[in-house]
């Protein structure tokens, strides 16, 4: 029994009665849940196939015009825990996008940061304040909150990605602005790199024109070239038996302002992975959510103890605090965001390592 | 009509239920709710009256034990657009907390940031990590995550004042930590100064055991004495045509940490407002939402038109982009909180000042 | 024998003349003194006696009238070891400053960032960019860089203090911008305490109107009542048991912006160190120079293994890397400034503290 | 004539004769040279000429040996304004080093800060802290203070490069420390690309073992390759109309620390600047000193309105606030040096850009 909580009594009821009429709502009923412990997310750790994704990408593509009004054909994905809104997790938005052959979605902008991820075709642009920047697999692409940003095919054949952004929690606590622009994009130029990489894709070169720092990347394609080489050179430095890797087996690397060297953006963090076949991570977790996209090779997540197989195309989220855990049957490479840029600028992140042994 | 919704049909129909089945759910359906042009929060501008407030704390005082478990007599204020959860806005917590002559509330502590106002009374001192703290009446108290509290009445009298937290910004985004300390306070010492005080209320002199930044205040009360001669001085120096006001006849500080000079904790801010009776502030909009509690004196708040009048003890919430504007009837002493340091830290934050002219 | 350093012949002696007529000059051959094992500074530990200081100041009251021109009446402390530069280190001016009876040292403004330390008198005012500040005993003033500033002596008493500025650093890094103000002080009048003070001197409280981050402190003077009840706090506490002194029975603050928490000016660090009687410090070696001056109490400095005796008003430097330990003989108050800012500005700070036992 | 200065006597020779007895020197003699208007560097404007310098340096190979003690055959530049010190600046030491066929200067390690720059030749590997370096024409090298490092010709060819340290800051203000290490590099592998390059040179990534921000760059080489592309991209994309270059015809680069986008190490700045043929640049003045090396090209510099012609490898300074502008006669391409991340965390920095009309 509870001794703290009051007595059930005809003044109880009325003074509760009382509370509603004046839009009050005691601590004390309700404190074990509002105040867990740790972390009990709403969220469930998901795992959404690539192979159920594209094909109801592609129906919509049959099904559903693309333009002025609905914006995207964009098809968020919606944790089994949040009762069908189409949130990754309480911070995080991730959608499947879907642009057809010749096919154009107009440019807006929106205080929301977004991103793209490609995991295979090529053949869009996408124009972010007016720098057209070419899409391809691999790519991780930028658009930091308030540019205009719009998309063409200029392929006979569709394209696929996932979008990328803060939408619940922009949503949720009142933080978004939204424009209008162009109904087409306002550069149909297909330039091999946007003038941003031109600028600023120069390792450890910085243009005496871009000098003051930015809030955002001034980068908007990182190209799967580069990453796949950072990963490539970790892992040789490591069989040179120098410290290089994250963990034994495990190269990866931050997408990084390269003007702050900070996160890419004020609420996303975004990251790749490469785990040796074989390799098993360490249980972790984290406060926080964090969305994954396997890019490349066969493998499994664990969380909360239960095992997913995975395959290319395949996304999941872990939401906080759940544990987790990879394992690499082949060279796994795995594309990862979170809200972790949120949880470290409010003070509230948080890891534990967890034992690995049974 | 929207030209980008699809036409209604059976295939479209399978579609939609297939992205069910599959924990899917389309953008193009939700855009306008998802991203608006502006912030369009449910949560609704309102007053409590302390006049309402004070009498249902007092018969909680009566009726609900304070102890482990509820752990405080504590009343959120419920805005009328949340559907009755505890929430005075989407991010912050406000609420009456009401302790009884003798009383003791038990020790715990929670990553959740808090921290207590009090407009009226004194005998109680709030236990922050060992290091008794009187409260007083416009005394400002902070609990800032993690930290060991609990409070003890020490006079004959019963004492409310009101708490400030984060719980529904660490509810929703799943970070909360929560831990019991000592059933009792670890210390029933009542000094007139608390140990944090006496180390660092000395203007612009830093201990030299000190040197490392916290991430929150080490000053766990900002005495009225103080606060009351820092306004008191800015308008002694807007008469002698020195500029020291935030606007005029409006003088204003904020509460800061002395190891930074920002913001208090990590997501709240807080701030003590003083208005000369008859002025008007321009009307305003800001992006994240703020509680005012009104300390002394009469006046009015304009909250999208609405004309509210205010008294002592008066609390109100302005939502994200409300516009609002304060009238002084006569001298008129606020204090404010807010979720600003998460809109600027994050980047979110937004200002319009609307022109005051009819 | 060096077995770097080439033989002698025509050739060699050729080599050297052409370097010579070329503006050239070998590294070979001065390295061990360019490039020493750890900082081996031309300046040299010394103790200047406020009992030679103040006559000699007192004389030159009759004898060197001030006004522009010369503008100050300022004798500096001349390191022995720097050949007769009016520099107390490589980087730090001090001199002993006399104005005599209703005397005016007329408005300049300067790059070098300045300041006053008051260790006997009161009767004059220094009027900092049009804020008159009142110089009492105990007191800290500041003139950072570029404020125009004048001094004047209301009384029938001549006064002295001493001035601590950054000239040698801006001398010789050539940085030094200098500039005429009103031959008077632009404001006459002898407020208890000055505008800056009375805007920023409430702890942990800013002002909105003061809502950016100012290079150096926005506080004119730091008034020994406040420095004095810190240093006092401090030493209570640690009598209660609780953490709050630099070392034992050795209370110590640091002047600070309290836009910042950080250093008051960005060459110059100011602080106040308490010793119970009987303390004996550590020894230490820090990188970079201090000066300190005895405010009250009797005790000694050991420097470089030289114990000096120390009485009020006394004034030593300890040069870059020289050993040193304090020891006080009755309660011992001093006053220390240090170019420490620039050594970890640019990361060049290092300190190591020496086995006490000898 | 000065009214604030004394009228000689006897007194007042007496009063002098007991300052510099007792080591005081008033500032009333000599203010207008210690605190001048605006910085009077000692320090001239000049040009070596690589025609000079080169020769110089290969007769050093000849009869000076290379080896412990001596260190390096490394002839400093010495500003014909500084009394025959090796100081190109009162802050900076510039210096060509020789290295012949297969020798090696030994390892040691300084807190000074070092770089070296490349303006031709190859052969040579300098070894950082155990990790093999390759020095090739157009890289910038460097070695962060306290880093180990030694230097070793592979070649039966000799090499020279230029070196840049704050050895004359260092030395003035009594902050360097030295440690030999190996009398040999620690690893004579000669490969391609350094181990920093390999972790840390792909364009906005950041490898996750390396979160942690470093005073100084990890990155041991900026290659030619990577500077070249970056000059050539700013002025490709002002010819299609887009803002890229540092003024018209103007591309320049900073070198940076990619864990924090700013200066490469804490005293040093490094740029690499490129003119198209016929440009002229403003005429600036700066606080603090600046060194450039001609890397390919013909234009000239004017400096203090004298006009010097320049060509390959030739070096000048500019002392602090002297004028100054480039003029390129072909496509002029330059490296440059300087103390300027002195200037700004100390706040010292001032630039003022001169009308350019005659």
């Known amino acids: 029994m509870d001794m703290s909580q009051p007595e059930d009594s005809a ?74 809104e189409a949130y990754i997790s309480p911070t995080l938005w991730c959608a499947i996008q879907y642009l057809g052959a010749k096919e154009t979605a107009p440019e807006h902008r929106h205080a929301q940061n977004a991103f793209r991820f490609v995991v295979e075709g090529e053949g ?21 909150g308030w540019n205009f940003h719009g998309h063409h095919n200029e392929t006979d054949q569709p394209m696929a990605w996932i979008d990328g952004l803060d939408i619940p929690f922009s949503y949720q606590n009142d933080v978004g602005f939204f424009e209008y622009g162009s109904d087409r994009v306002t550069d149909y130029a297909t330039p091999e790199f946007s003038r941003g990489e031109r600028l600023w894709c120069h390792p450890g070169l910085r243009p005496l024109s871009g000098l003051e720092n930015s809030v955002s990347s001034p980068i908007g394609a990182y190209r799967w070239d580069y990453t796949d080489r950072a990963l490539t050179e970790q892992l ?81 989220v872990i939401p906080s605090w759940v544990p987790w855990a990879l394992e690499a049957e082949t060279q796994f490479d795995l594309f990862r965001f979170s809200d972790a840029p949120i949880m470290e600028r409010l003070n509230f992140a948080r890891t534990l390592i967890e034992d690995t042994a049974a």
């Open 236 to 316: 040789l430095l490591e069989e040179e038996g120098q410290p290089a890797t994250y963990a034994q087996g495990h190269a990866a690397i931050r997408y990084v302002n390269p003007t702050t060297g900070g996160d890419v953006m004020p609420t996303i963090r975004a990251e790749f992975h490469r785990l040796r076949a074989g390799v098993e991570t360490a249980t972790r977790r984290e406060v926080g959510s964090t969305v994954f996209q396997v890019f490349e090779g066969h493998g499994a997540v664990v969380m909360n103890g239960e095992r997913k197989t995975l395959e290319k195309g395949d996304i999941f």
């Open 11 to 84: 003044e109880l009821r009325a003074l509760y009665q009382a509370f509603r009429q004046n839009h009050l709502n005691p601590l004390w009923t309700q404190i074990g849940d509002l105040m867990p412990v740790h972390p009990k997310p709403k969220a469930v750790a998901h795992v959404w196939k690539w192979a159920d994704l594209y094909p109801l990408a592609q129906q919509s593509g049959e099904l559903v015009p693309v333009g002025r009004g609905g914006e995207r054909r964009a098809i968020g994905l919606a944790n089994p825990g949040l009762g069908g």
């Open 124 to 144: 869009v642009w996408t124009v972010v304040n007016g720098d057209p920047v070419r899409m391809s697999r691999g790519d991780f692409l930028l658009t930091p």
